[in-house]
């Protein structure tokens, strides 16, 4: 088993699999935002929230609510999957940190990609439209919400809370991170060898 498999069935596929749950738990038990019964769960008051968020665009919520946001954000997750692979075979992720990145951004792009394909058709006010119009319905169940310090100073509209995510997001993120400061380790390492 190579080590990239390992990545995929013990970081990949368990985080893909928590991202699931904790999205159609969060959609089984929650009201829909815009439904008068819709509220959240303090799970640490004026600390961290679950809550019920649709989110049809990407980061921060950009995109939500347009008629191009389903399209777009169904092609990006694609174009990224075959960035991946392409960067992959050019051997770019060299190292484990660079190769757990990879694992963490896959389990990322899944996650929301299925939420994309999947919640759509089980929104029940849309469950005798076409096929289309339940496709582009589809949106990306966002539930963390946490309240940092200082954030109500930069966003004053927040009240100090960030913007809601996921454990897919989480991973993207994670990954982002990781592949910068690779790259950073990366650089350093080729310049001590050189120099």
């Keep these: 088993m190579t080590f990239f498999t390992k990545l995929l069935l013990f970081v990949t596929l368990p985080l893909y699999v928590i991202d699931q749950i904790t999205k159609f738990w969060t959609v089984a038990k929650f009201a829909p935002p815009w439904s008068y019964d ?45 960035m991946i692979r392409i960067f992959w075979k050019k051997g770019v992720f060299d190292n484990a940190a660079s190769k757990v990145a990879v694992a963490l951004l896959l389990c990322g792009i899944f996650g929301n990609l299925t939420d994309r394909l999947v919640q759509g058709f089980l929104l029940e006010e849309f469950k005798n439209g076409s096929f289309w119009q339940r496709l582009s319905e589809g949106y990306v169940v966002d539930f963390i919400s946490v309240k940092l310090p200082f954030y109500e100073k930069i966003v004053p509209a927040s009240q100090g809370w960030w913007p809601s995510f996921n454990v897919a997001d989480s991973c993207i993120f994670i990954a982002a991170f990781t592949l910068f400061f690779a790259g950073i380790r990366e650089e350093k390492r080729k310049k001590a060898v050189e120099g």
Excluded: S, Y
Excluded at 41 to 62: L, P, S, T
Excluded at 65 to 71: I, K, Q, R, S, Y
């Design 38 to 82: 819709a509220h959240q769960w303090e799970v640490i008051k004026d600390v961290f929230h679950w809550v019920r968020v649709h989110n049809q665009g990407v980061a921060f919520g950009f995109g939500n609510g347009t008629a191009w946001a389903p399209v777009v954000f169904l092609c990006v997750p694609v174009i990224a999957l075959t």
